[in-house]
């Protein structure tokens, strides 16, 4: 109300107009926010539904009004403590689900091949043909000889 008053509007339109306005937008854009079903965008919402039933209610407890005789049918009170409880539980289970991930991933690395592993593949002793082998053999050969390796041996 402090800025109802800063602005001039507080003469113009009663408390219970402006802080009715202030909750029926708040509880539009917070009921239009839950349906996109986005964990972080339901929480943010959340957050921000209940900061503004928080200044609404402070403003009445300052003004030693009680909330059920302004709005009746808000019963903001209640809605806190419902808000609270759903944002500490969808943090819990987001907390959960960081924990889960990592105990995977933790897991998982010994069940991976190796990136290398994949993009070079390993020649086997069983897969070389014998004619290579005895090249291999003969290019060793040339090298201790001090011969060049470039000599070319056709069978």
Do not use: C
């Given at each position: 109300?402090?800025?109802?008053?800063?602005?001039?509007?507080h003469g113009e339109?009663?408390?219970?107009?402006?802080?009715?306005?202030?909750?029926?937008?708040?509880?539009?854009?917070?009921?239009?926010?839950?349906?996109?079903?986005?964990?972080?965008?339901?929480?943010?919402?959340?957050?921000?539904?209940?900061?503004?039933?928080?200044?609404?209610?402070?403003?009445?407890?300052?003004?030693?009004?009680?909330?059920?005789?302004?709005?009746?049918?808000?019963?903001?009170?209640?809605?806190?403590?419902?808000?609270?409880?759903?944002?500490?539980?969808?943090?819990?289970?987001?907390?959960?689900?960081?924990?889960?991930?990592?105990?995977?991933?933790?897991?998982?690395?010994?069940?991976?091949?190796?990136?290398?592993?994949?993009?070079?593949?390993?020649?086997?002793?069983?897969?070389?043909?014998?004619?290579?082998?005895?090249?291999?053999?003969?290019?060793?050969?040339?090298?201790?000889?001090?011969?060049?390796?470039?000599?070319?041996?056709?069978?």
């Amino acid at each position: 109300m402090v800025e109802a008053n800063a602005v001039g509007l507080h003469g113009e339109y009663s408390s219970q107009t402006i802080l009715t306005s202030l909750l029926q937008k708040s509880e539009d854009t917070w009921k239009r926010t839950r349906q996109r079903t986005h964990s972080s965008a339901m929480k943010e919402a959340n957050e921000k539904h209940l900061a503004a039933l928080k200044s609404v209610a402070k403003y009445l407890d300052d003004r030693r009004i009680d909330p059920l005789e302004l709005f009746p049918g808000w019963k903001i009170k209640e809605k806190i403590i419902n808000l609270e409880k759903d944002i500490s539980d969808s943090k819990k289970k987001m907390d959960d689900k960081t924990i889960q991930k990592r105990k995977v991933e933790e897991i998982e690395p010994s069940n991976k091949l190796n990136s290398l592993d994949i993009e070079r593949p390993r020649v086997t002793a069983i897969l070389v043909s014998p004619k290579v082998t005895v090249l291999q053999e003969q290019k060793t050969a040339t090298n201790v000889d001090g011969r060049s390796s470039y000599m070319i041996r056709w069978q």
